[in-house]
């Protein structure tokens, strides 16, 4: 019923080209306009703080999840479990399945292979009952330009059949909490990317949601809109027990508030786990990586290296050697170099941030997929 509604109000009579181009009228879009006018579940619901025993309820479950467009298989052989309460990044690059699985999981597009389970429930067969329990914020989050983000609260509490008082607390507490009360009144087609994705959030959380599906949160918005958004997504996970599974590219902006990650390179989830497990994982059997460059780059300097204890193996990409240990060499490494004349022009443990790690597995995957 509300989408038909929302429909409505969308038809080409109602809304001028601005707010029809701001509104996105892609097939992604219009699902995920579909998805988040869906009624809503219990409004007031009494939030009860986590107990050890829920850490390990798995709230969503992919089984070899598969999509395939033509050819390409953007989604291959997905298999995940994310714990209720957890905040779970799903992070790669452009192109990786990143909003395919999303969108799977929301019951907007349909796997070809495998399934997708939340809370128990199959996402494709009762996608009406996933919808009601999950809060999607796509992409492209769109609000009516013309209104002010409390008159788009608005619209979308009373879509979602609420009204009168209870709808303006509600309204009044949402705005609160995503830090937008300020700019409540004031027109969203004059809101930065941050307002509209802080807007996007008091939205969804509407229908108090057990679940938020967040794709790309943080694109095109300034550092310290990052940060302001990061702390709000630990603050519905820790305050509320929510489980939040977010897409992103950009890695070093969300690596800090996911518990967990899993790394998709090309359809596949190359390495899942905390940012230490990933870190563990991709350094062979305590083996630390270096990165080194010194002068002069001579014919020597191999031989030299070679001798220095506890090296395994050394990776030259242009002007800088990689270095793969099994301990950190790095006292040792400037030692000699140093007593051999060399200067050293860079000198850093590897693999300490998600950066490093991720383009590890970039590199490693991408040898066998590509
Ligand atoms: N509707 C579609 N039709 C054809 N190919 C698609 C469609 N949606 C996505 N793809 C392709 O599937 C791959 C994964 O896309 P996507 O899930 O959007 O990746 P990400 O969100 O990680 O950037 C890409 O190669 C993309 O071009
Ligand atoms: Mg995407």
């Known amino acids: 019923?509300?989408?038909?509604?929302?429909?409505?109000?969308?038809?080409?009579?109602?809304?001028?080209?601005?707010?029809?181009?701001?509104?996105?009228?892609?097939?992604?879009?219009?699902?995920?306009?579909?998805?988040?006018?869906?009624?809503?579940?219990?409004?007031?619901r009494e939030r009860v703080p986590q107990d050890k025993n829920s850490d390990n309820i798995v709230v969503i479950h992919?089984?070899?999840?598969?999509?395939?467009?033509?050819?390409?298989?953007?989604?291959?052989?997905?298999?995940?479990e994310i714990r209720k309460g957890e905040v779970f990044g799903l992070l790669g690059p452009n192109g990786a399945g990143k909003t395919t699985t999303t969108l799977m999981l929301l019951g907007l597009t349909e796997p070809d292979e495998g399934k997708a389970m939340i809370q128990g429930l199959d996402c494709t067969r009762n996608a009406l009952e996933v919808k009601k329990a999950v809060g999607y914020l796509p992409d492209n989050v769109g609000f009516y330009g013309t209104m002010?983000?409390?008159?788009?609260?608005?619209?979308?509490?009373?879509?979602?059949?609420?009204?009168?008082?209870?709808?303006?607390?509600?309204?009044?507490?949402?705005?609160?909490?995503?830090?937008?009360?300020?700019?409540?009144?004031?027109?969203?087609?004059?809101?930065?990317?941050?307002?509209?994705?802080?807007?996007?959030?008091?939205?969804?959380?509407?229908?108090?949601?057990?679940?938020?599906?967040?794709?790309?949160?943080?694109?095109?918005?300034?550092?310290?809109?990052?940060?302001?958004?990061?702390?709000?997504?630990?603050?519905?996970?820790?305050?509320?027990?929510?489980?939040?599974?977010?897409?992103?590219?950009?890695?070093?902006?969300v690596q800090r508030v996911c518990d967990r990650m899993g790394i998709f390179v090309k359809g596949k989830m190359v390495a899942c786990g905390t940012l230490e497990e990933l870190g563990q994982q991709i350094s062979r059997d305590g083996v630390g990586t270096v990165e080194l460059s010194v002068y002069p780059d001579n014919v020597s300097l191999q031989r030299i290296l070679?001798?220095?204890?506890?090296?395994?193996d050394i990776e030259k990409n242009s002007d800088m050697y990689v270095i793969h240990s099994a301990f950190d060499i790095r006292r040792a490494l400037s030692k000699k170099l140093t007593e051999e004349g060399y200067t050293i022009m860079h000198l850093r443990q590897a693999g300490s941030d998600l950066d490093e790690i991720y383009r590890k597995y970039f590199e490693k995957a991408g040898e066998k997929v590509g």
């Open 1 to 44: 019923m509300g989408a038909s509604v929302k429909k409505e109000f969308f038809g080409e009579k109602q809304l001028s080209g601005e707010e029809l181009s701001q509104k996105e009228i892609s097939e992604k879009g219009e699902k995920a306009e579909k998805a988040a006018v869906e009624p809503m579940a219990v409004m007031e």
């Open 62 to 80: 992919t089984e070899s999840l598969t999509k395939t467009y033509g050819d390409l298989t953007a989604v291959d052989h997905l298999n995940l």
């Open 148 to 253: 002010t983000g409390r008159e788009n609260l608005r619209f979308m509490g009373r879509i979602n059949g609420l009204d009168g008082k209870e709808l303006e607390e509600r309204i009044n507490s949402l705005l609160e909490r995503v830090g937008m009360t300020q700019a409540a009144d004031k027109k969203t087609s004059t809101y930065s990317r941050g307002m509209r994705q802080r807007l996007g959030i008091a939205d969804v959380l509407m229908k108090d949601p057990d679940i938020i599906i967040m794709d790309e949160p943080t694109l095109g918005i300034d550092p310290e809109g990052i940060r302001e958004l990061m702390w709000l997504i630990r603050d519905l996970a820790e305050r509320d027990g929510r489980t939040i599974l977010l897409s992103s590219h950009q890695l070093y902006q």
């Open 306 to 312: 070679k001798e220095i204890k506890g090296i395994l």
